[in-house]
């Protein structure tokens, strides 16, 4: 059988691991991991290592629809048109918006920007890596003059000390923490700190946790910064030669943060793990300070960036390799985004909105008249302009902003109420989508064709090994028809992603000032060939033929215009929001290991949604015994917004007390009411506009059921009773986690209706109404179709071995005797709960290894393979060595 081999790279988070696909001629899709890519060296995460799994047909958004009919792609343009035309005519140009995702290509970005700011006239177009890495942009600015990522990947193998602010690197970055592990492994001196408040699964391999207040980290960089002066660890040549403003950053530090006992106060910590912190800072020069979501998504996140950067100047640790401030990108092309201005305040090539100069030279270069003069709203203030109808349309491209913007019922709300709505997506059934007048079917992974930046300026092509189903098209197709419609056929002629590539290279060196970094002017003029065959290459990129870049600022000359690093005084803010009795909780959110973003891809595969099946509330002992909470049992969590969602407990001494943590991923799609942005306020950070996903308040008391279960089944049932309920994906099944207050008056006739029992299928049960229990089981030719188990009490049998019975075309004799039972027959071996996503190794396959003399995580993965592939799942099998 002949198959083709592919080199793409991953869509999920911004490492940009290369991914090699193998396309079998029956229609499977292998992945493994491309050795040659310098990103991750044929590493995989265990999203990436299931990317085969989520090349799907049955959930696609396959045709053009208005108002739910299908339509073409001719009357879906005309009617879109017709209507920006009639609005713009009548309220101005800025009465229509895009939001765009760093899902997108950097083709499909700069298309939609260069319609959007240089011919529709309006800088209405914000991406949702505003909600991510906004921060950043803005603290880099105010540091380098450029939104410049400074250190490589490279540079984490040659620190001799790491410190990991906000970053929970195992789960949200796996391939980097295992070449982190690796590091550490390799060389045993390497030293890591972890800032945190919850003790993450990447806490686990630090020398020292620092369990901080949530919302303190300017205080704690304030204070080594002020700890570092008075260490006499300036760097004074650096400084003197390449930096300004050192005096004005130590003066405001030295009034938040005078000494460690009063920075180990304000956050909460041990005077000795300040001073530890400090003094490992101080004395080891090859310093890396890696952070992500939990120093940026803060109403002064841009302040904390730049205390981080600000201990870096002052000690010349920038530069140079194995040192810098380095930021962990959350999406795979939000770097590309910003390259190419997806933001409402800025133009494409790292040119500036507010700056004539650079307008003109962006209007000559698409020789336009129509350039937006000013900057565009940002997510939050989008979406509070469409609440009042300001913004009267609104296209939303590869993004689910009613599960993943703050405030998501009003933003449900408002995008109700809007006059026109567009959705392009490769998924049919979002939550956006289901409010969207107009869908359009775009392309999805495997069968786009483009370039991505990672965090480390990594270009990498995606490449196609698929036909695009239906009539989807790639986005910068989409909109490059629309714009021809509007008339603007000549400045959009584009016919392959290799001539936007092009168009954009050249105006990335088009009159650039010699400070700004960002230069593709080698890559300009590509064959077809070249552009196709383009190996993974980091920017700037002044000369085709070199392999390596420089670190960035090698020679301390800086994109400012005195090109001078600027040193930023920082006076702290605490959170927006404080806790009060009402609200005696910080609420927390983020990641999971296995899932990303809505769950759109992810939640479609069965080895990705075995990890977390359903969604949950973190919470330490002592506040579930004070609060009546049981772990497993079900809680409801308001805040002050009026929203509430219903969660499964997890009692964990991971979660530091007072705080709660719950994910972001899940939505009306997977779940009964889970959205956790619903809780949180549309607080931002005034900079950066970049809200505070990191501290919400929240109350949480138990959810009182009067019966809990769960369905197993190939297919989807219609749920009636259920107050609490949460999907998964199996293997050719859903699982339902099922409680309510309401039960119908008869198990027995409900379940039968519930899973659409005909009266020709064998069916088997056990009911004993008195005291609520109910098990059936329901077969189709001789083969397992689906189970229901209800009980008055949350204790039910395991579901993994009856699981694994829908595997099989046909079950045994003892098989079906311990089928209502939810026990296996004592020859059959129960892996438990699944731990390994690669492997799908189960929780009692480890144990068992554990027990038969694997004493450490290698030992382990001799035996059942159990983390030797991406490393994600490495903390929880230590935990399982300490309790098996």
């Known amino acids: 059988m002949s198959s083709t081999r592919t080199k793409t790279t991953c869509p999920y988070c911004g490492v940009g691991c290369g991914v090699i696909a193998t396309m079998h001629e029956n229609g499977r899709v292998e992945v493994q991991g491309d050795p040659e890519h310098p990103s991750n060296y044929g590493r995989l995460c265990s999203k990436g290592s299931a990317l085969g799994e989520t090349v799907y047909l049955g959930e696609r958004l396959l045709y053009p629809e208005i108002h739910g009919e299908q339509v073409s792609w001719e009357q879906a343009y005309s009617h879109i048109a017709t209507k920006f035309t009639e609005i713009i005519k009548e309220h101005g140009p800025d009465a229509v918006a895009f939001y765009v995702s760093g899902q997108l290509l950097t083709e499909d970005y700069y298309v939609a920007n260069k319609l959007m700011k240089g011919f529709i006239g309006t800088a209405n177009i914000d991406t949702n890596s505003r909600l991510c890495m906004s921060s950043v942009v803005a603290a880099y600015k105010r540091a380098f003059g450029e939104d410049v990522m400074p250190c490589n990947y490279d540079d984490l193998e040659r620190a001799q000390l790491i410190v990991l602010a906000g970053s929970n690197t195992a789960w949200c970055h796996p391939v980097l923490y295992q070449r982190m592990v690796q590091s550490k492994e390799n060389n045993p001196a390497v030293k890591i700190v972890c800032i945190d408040p919850r003790r993450t699964q990447t806490a686990d391999i630090s020398d020292l946790h620092l369990s901080i207040r949530p919302g303190t980290d300017s205080i704690l960089f304030n204070g080594l910064l002020v700890y570092l002066q008075q260490a006499g660890e300036v760097d004074r040549q650096f400084v003197d030669a390449h930096t300004s403003g050192m005096d004005d950053a130590l003066k405001a530090a030295q009034l938040s943060s005078p000494d460690i006992a009063s920075v180990a106060n304000a956050c909460a910590l041990k005077v000795a793990e300040v001073e530890q912190f400090y003094k490992l800072f101080a004395r080891t020069e090859r310093t890396v300070t890696v952070f992500s979501q939990g120093v940026n998504q803060s109403s002064s996140g841009v302040d904390k960036i730049n205390s981080i950067i600000n201990c870096h100047l002052l000690t010349g640790r920038i530069g140079r390799k194995g040192m810098g401030p380095f930021s962990l990108t959350g999406q795979p092309n939000a770097m590309g985004g910003r390259e190419v201005g997806g933001l409402a305040n800025q133009l494409a090539a790292h040119m500036e909105i507010d700056n004539e100069q650079h307008r003109d030279i962006v209007a000559e270069f698409w020789e336009t008249g129509q350039l937006a003069s000013k900057a565009g709203y940002k997510a939050v203030d989008c979406f509070a302009e469409i609440e009042k109808k300001n913004i009267r349309a609104i296209w939303i491209t590869a993004t689910n902003p009613v599960v993943s913007m703050p405030e998501a019922d009003r933003i449900k709300v408002a995008l109700e109420n809007c006059e026109l709505v567009v959705v392009s997506d490769c998924v049919r059934e979002t939550d956006t989508a289901k409010l969207a007048h107009v869908r359009l079917p775009a392309t ?441």
């Open 444 to 884: 999805t992974w495997g069968e786009r064709d483009g370039t991505v930046t990672s965090s480390e300026r990594r270009i990498s092509r995606q490449r196609p090994f698929l036909t695009p189903p239906g009539l989807a098209k790639h986005d910068w197709q989409i909109f490059t028809e629309f714009a021809r419609v509007m008339g603007f056929q000549q400045a959009f002629p584009y016919r392959s992603a290799a001539e936007i590539f092009d168009e954009y290279a050249r105006l990335t060196g088009y009159k650039k000032d010699p400070q700004r970094q960002l230069d593709l002017s080698a890559l300009v003029d590509m064959s077809l060939h070249d552009y196709n065959e383009m190996q993974p290459l980091q920017w700037p990129v002044t000369d085709r033929e070199r392999k390596d870049t420089p670190p960035m600022y090698a020679d301390g000359l800086f994109s400012t215009q005195d090109r001078r690093a600027r040193f930023v005084a920082i006076t702290p803010r605490p959170p927006a929001a404080a806790v009060s009795a009402e609200y005696p909780f910080i609420l927390n959110t983020g990641r999971v290991r296995d899932h990303w973003h809505t769950m759109t891809r992810t939640g479609m595969s069965p080895r990705l949604s075995a990890h977390r099946i359903e969604p949950f509330v973190e919470v330490h002992p002592d506040d579930a015994k004070r609060f009546a909470l049981v772990d497993g049992k079900l809680a409801i969590i308001n805040s002050e917004t009026g929203a509430q969602i219903f969660v499964r407990v997890r009692v964990t001494e991971r979660q530091q007390q007072g705080s709660l943590f719950v994910p972001m991923h899940w939505n009306l799609q997977f779940s009964a009411r889970a959205r956790v942005s619903t809780l949180v306020k549309a607080v931002c950070d005034p900079i950066s506009g970049q809200p505070e996903f990191k501290h919400a308040v929240a109350s949480i008391q138990p959810c009182d059921a009067s019966w809990y279960g769960f369905i197993i089944s190939r297919q989807k049932p219609a749920l009636k009773y259920s107050r609490y309920w949460a999907r998964s994906r199996g293997k050719g099944f859903w699982r339902y986690e099922i409680a309510g207050e309401d039960r119908p008056e008869d198990w027995a006739v409900h379940a039968k209706t519930l899973l659409n029992y005909e009266p020709a299928e064998e069916w088997a049960e056990f009911y004993d109404k008195a005291d609520g229990h109910y098990r059936a089981a329901r077969f189709i030719d001789g083969r397992l179709d689906s189970v229901i188990f209800i009980d008055s009490s949350i204790l039910l049998p395991p579901r993994d071995w009856l699981i694994s019975l829908f595997q099989k075309d046909k079950i045994t004799a003892k098989e079906r005797a311990g089928l209502l039972q939810g026990t296996p027959p004592a020859d059959v071996e129960d892996v438990g709960r699944i731990i390994c996503a690669c492997f799908n190794v189960g929780e009692k396959t480890i144990c068992k290894a554990v027990e038969g003399g694997a004493k450490d995580v290698q030992a382990v993965g001799e035996v059942c393979q159990a983390g030797t592939n991406c490393g994600s799942c490495r903390p929880e099998i230590n935990e399982l060595i300490k309790k098996c």
